[in-house]
């Protein structure tokens, strides 16, 4: 089985710094990594995804994460935050080799203040 | 396209009535999973089908949740009898195999959701 650990429910931060989400995972096979936005009263949307090769990710609106075996941590990070990128971000896993289930962590609220 | 669509967008009822949500996966994908998302629990998988076929129901919290997929283009989540603690927002999601870098893998795409309120 697989469990995400996003310790951090939630982080203001002020419009133009940077900042960083904390995804920490557990996994006995080898996995894929995900980091969805939920915007207020809406779906979840794929932020990015690490499958394989380059640990490091990018994905839309200038975020990107860090894949580290190591520490088993996925962290989501963006060096210059604006209002527009308050929301909810959720670390998720799925096991690789086809399986469908995806283990989401319970989120982090990111809050830009002005 | 038009995205998965989910309706109603709100729904409020009494404890005891019947609740059917309703979802129109992305044309084409041919895996659909129900969520639901609370402030309790996060987000939790109910049930998920592979060609209108449910997989794996293991998240269905109890004999009152049903779901079905009688096309490829159509599924409910049906709540009877409906009480309180069922309140949440249930989210639809589709998805289809792609391919990057030669890996096999599914993103799924989510509806915006029915906020459910029990009385």
């Known amino acids: 089985a697989q469990s995400v650990t996003q310790l951090d429910s939630q982080v203001p931060v002020f419009e133009e710094a940077p900042v960083e989400l904390r995804c920490n995972y557990s996994s006995s096979v080898s996995v894929y990594l995900f980091w969805y936005v939920q915007y207020p009263n809406q779906g979840l949307q794929l932020l990015l995804k690490y499958l394989s090769g380059s640990t490091l990710v990018k994905g839309i609106n200038g975020f990107e994460a860090e894949f580290n075996k190591s520490q088993t941590s996925f962290h989501l990070r963006k060096p210059s935050v604006h209002i527009s990128d308050t929301a909810e971000y959720f670390c998720?896993?799925?096991?690789?080799?086809?399986?469908?289930?995806?283990?989401f962590g319970t989120g982090t609220k990111l809050q830009v203040i002005p | 396209d038009a995205g998965v669509i989910q309706s109603p967008r709100h729904e409020v009822t009494e404890m005891g009535q019947e609740v059917t949500l309703r979802c129109k996966p992305i044309s084409g994908h041919d895996y659909l999973f129900w969520y639901r998302q609370t402030m309790m629990r996060g987000l939790e998988l109910l049930i998920y089908?592979?060609?209108?076929?449910?997989?794996?129901d293991s998240g269905m919290p109890e004999d009152r949740f049903s779901a079905k997929m009688p096309n490829a283009s159509f599924s409910t989540l049906k709540i009877q009898p409906s009480e309180p603690r069922d309140s949440a927002v249930y989210f639809c999601?589709?998805?289809?195999?792609?391919?990057?870098?030669?890996?096999?893998?599914?993103?799924?795409?989510f509806g915006p959701g029915t906020r459910l309120t029990v009385l």
């Open positions: 089908f592979n060609n209108n076929v449910p997989i794996d």
């Open positions: 998720a896993v799925i096991p690789s080799g086809g399986y469908q289930k995806v283990t």
């Open positions: 999601a589709s998805s289809s195999p792609g391919s990057l870098g030669g890996i096999s893998y599914n993103e799924q795409f």
